[in-house]
């Protein structure tokens, strides 16, 4: 390709008529403009659609209500053991007839899963928890007590 040696612009001073757009009415009004907002997309602008914007037309997947998906916040019976006598110390968590006594839901988690293993006996109070979280605080000789009734 032949390099040019003087920029466009050195060639458009002074006033010529077109300014190197040719005939006179070739780029002067409206009709030069392709019609207003997204007309053409589909027609004479399909090239500029599928260069610049390749995803203007057809349908990209759905997005859930965020009103419906409920946040699991869990905690698993290990990191429970970890952290009682932290929450005891701060006033979290309680101790009534032997058993430290926590409410899982007032410290923001809302399901107990069974990774781990506790040895002091604990009165859980939670939303949900698995089978085996449970089975294992009650073989510590503690309880969970699930606030609700679902399966979860």
Do not use: C
């Amino acid at each position: 390709m032949v390099v040019r040696r003087r920029k466009k612009s050195r060639r458009l001073r002074g006033r010529t008529r077109t300014m190197g757009w040719g005939r006179i009415g070739q780029h002067r009004g409206s009709g030069s403009r392709g019609g207003f907002g997204a007309a053409g997309m589909h027609k004479h602008m399909w090239t500029w659609v599928v260069k610049y914007a390749p995803t203007w037309f057809g349908k990209h997947g759905f997005n859930r209500p965020l009103t419906y998906e409920v946040k699991v916040n869990e905690i698993n019976v290990g990191e429970l053991a970890e952290k009682l006598d932290v929450w005891l110390r701060e006033g979290k968590a309680s101790e009534e007839g032997g058993k430290i006594v926590v409410n899982l839901a007032s410290l923001g988690y809302n399901k107990l899963l069974g990774r781990g293993s506790i040895t002091k006996p604990v009165k859980v109070i939670v939303p949900a928890a698995s089978e085996s979280a449970i089975r294992k605080i009650e073989a510590a000789g503690g309880e969970v007590v699930v606030l609700n009734n679902e399966e979860n």
